[in-house]
């Protein structure tokens, strides 16, 4: 059976494609198959962001419908053949996803994959709320700023009354917090709300704060997740975060201003 | 100190501790109105103009609370009275 995440905050803008393909290409990394599916209908980016927009043949709504079969809609990736891309429709009918199709999908899905990675599309209509609705875990992307944390307590409210685990009695989602487009350096001036303000708020478990980062538009110029950017900080914040997803002890980074000489020399990436 | 050097101190306020603060009480307003049925609001308007009717209120000293058990509901209604002894009307 896979484990099903879905990747939600509510707000627009946060990153969650961006945090959808870096976790996708992560646990693929590490070995599971993986499958991240865009629920962003009408609005389709995520085959940009992983960089296989020429490759979409066949979508999402495809399937549901029976006019392609899953395996002709996914994508293979091309840097790791252990990840593979559903990509949305660009149909601008409302109502292309449904419960019944979608479910019938993630069910195929799940005898082969290990992992299946839900990107939401922003709001709480049919996209969202069927991106959240069979899912297990629930990675809430989150910027440290009022509108962002207001929509992920939202988000939280939903997940605990709607999903699928909640209709039927069953162990509730487990939601986890990504502070991403995080700026130590303002924390520290008292501009930005800080990784704690943020916690005693929202009261969720932090999986991972990813640092504001010129590498994250770098990675999405080029299709590249930005995990693969080994050298930035945001690569290594996502990797540290599939880390400890998977179970495994890590101390939080790029939580405190760097000053080491290297920083000085370099500037941070 | 003049005016000026007010609106001077209050920009020099941390924004950050300003944010958590509203959203600390924002937040918490939300969630305890989460559970709550749509009708509620509309519930406690009309309410209010029933007892307006007859006691001068306003709508602060009227408060509808739903609250739900396992087996069963309970709708908790707080009206505060005003203290001075004004003629109610009864018809």
């Given at each position: 059976?896979?484990?099903?995440?879905?990747?939600?905050?509510?707000?627009?803008?946060?990153?969650?494609?961006?945090?959808?393909?870096?976790?996708?290409?992560?646990?693929?990394?590490?070995?599971?198959?993986?499958?991240?599916?865009?629920?962003?209908?009408?609005?389709?980016?995520?085959?940009?962001?992983?960089?296989?927009?020429?490759?979409?043949?066949?979508?999402?709504?495809?399937?549901?419908?029976?006019?392609?079969?899953?395996?002709?809609?996914?994508?293979?990736?091309?840097?790791?053949?252990?990840?593979?891309?559903?990509?949305?429709?660009?149909?601008?009918?409302?109502?292309?996803?449904?419960?019944?199709?979608?479910?019938?999908i993630l069910e195929e899905?799940?005898?082969?994959?290990?992992?299946?990675?839900?990107?939401?599309?922003?709001?709480?209509?049919?996209?969202?709320?069927?991106?959240?609705?069979?899912?297990?875990?629930?990675?809430?992307?989150?910027?440290?700023?009022?509108?962002?944390?207001?929509?992920?307590?939202?988000?939280?409210?939903?997940?605990?009354?709607?999903?699928?685990?909640?209709?039927?009695?069953?162990?509730?989602?487990?939601?986890?917090?990504?502070?991403?487009?995080?700026?130590?350096?303002?924390?520290?001036?008292?501009?930005?709300?800080?990784?704690?303000?943020?916690?005693?708020?929202?009261?969720?478990?932090?999986?991972?704060?990813?640092?504001?980062?010129?590498?994250?538009?770098?990675?999405?110029?080029?299709?590249?997740?930005?995990?693969?950017?080994?050298?930035?900080n945001a690569g290594q914040?996502?990797?540290?975060?599939?880390?400890?997803?998977?179970?495994?002890?890590?101390?939080?980074?790029?939580?405190?201003?760097?000053?080491?000489?290297?920083?000085?020399?370099?500037?941070?990436? | 100190?003049?005016?000026?050097?007010?609106?001077?101190?209050?920009?020099?306020?941390?924004?950050?501790?300003?944010?958590?603060?509203?959203?600390?009480?924002?937040?918490?307003?939300?969630?305890?109105?989460?559970?709550?049925?749509?009708?509620?609001?509309?519930?406690?308007?009309?309410?209010?103009?029933?007892?307006?009717?007859?006691?001068?209120?306003?709508?602060?000293?009227?408060?509808?609370?739903?609250?739900?058990?396992?087996?069963?509901?309970?709708?908790e209604l707080n009206i505060?009275?005003?203290?001075?002894?004004?003629?109610?009307?009864?018809?």
């Amino acid at each position: 059976m896979a484990r099903i995440i879905v990747v939600t905050s509510g707000k627009g803008g946060v990153g969650k494609t961006t945090t959808s393909a870096a976790i996708a290409m992560g646990l693929a990394k590490r070995g599971h198959k993986t499958a991240v599916i865009d629920f962003d209908v009408g609005l389709r980016n995520l085959d940009l962001i992983m960089g296989c927009e020429r490759r979409v043949v066949y979508d999402f709504v495809n399937v549901i419908n029976g006019e392609a079969t899953l395996n002709q809609a996914l994508i293979k990736d091309k840097r790791c053949d252990k990840l593979f891309i559903l990509p949305a429709s660009q149909t601008r009918d409302k109502d292309a996803l449904t419960q019944e199709g979608v479910g019938k999908i993630l069910e195929e899905l799940s005898t082969d994959f290990k992992y299946i990675v839900c990107d939401s599309p922003a709001g709480i209509e049919r996209g969202a709320n069927l991106a959240m609705y069979f899912a297990d875990d629930a990675f809430v992307v989150t910027n440290p700023e009022v509108a962002s944390v207001r929509d992920s307590d939202r988000m939280l409210g939903i997940l605990s009354s709607k999903s699928r685990r909640a209709t039927n009695g069953e162990d509730p989602i487990r939601e986890y917090l990504l502070l991403t487009r995080y700026s130590p350096k303002r924390v520290k001036l008292g501009e930005m709300l800080s990784v704690e303000d943020v916690q005693d708020i929202l009261s969720l478990h932090l999986l991972g704060v990813i640092p504001e980062s010129q590498s994250v538009l770098n990675a999405s110029n080029s299709g590249v997740p930005v995990i693969l950017d080994e050298e930035s900080n945001a690569g290594q914040a996502y990797m540290d975060i599939v880390a400890r997803y998977l179970g495994e002890d890590k101390p939080h980074r790029f939580v405190e201003e760097k000053k080491g000489l290297f920083s000085m020399l370099f500037g941070s990436r | 100190m003049s005016l000026l050097d007010y609106f001077r101190a209050s920009k020099r306020q941390k924004t950050a501790s300003v944010a958590k603060e509203r959203l600390q009480i924002l937040v918490a307003h939300e969630r305890s109105s989460k559970n709550q049925p749509s009708y509620l609001p509309q519930l406690k308007q009309e309410l209010l103009a029933v007892i307006q009717k007859y006691v001068n209120i306003d709508l602060d000293d009227v408060s509808v609370n739903l609250e739900q058990d396992d087996n069963q509901e309970i709708l908790e209604l707080n009206i505060v009275l005003p203290d001075e002894d004004e003629p109610v009307k009864v018809n």
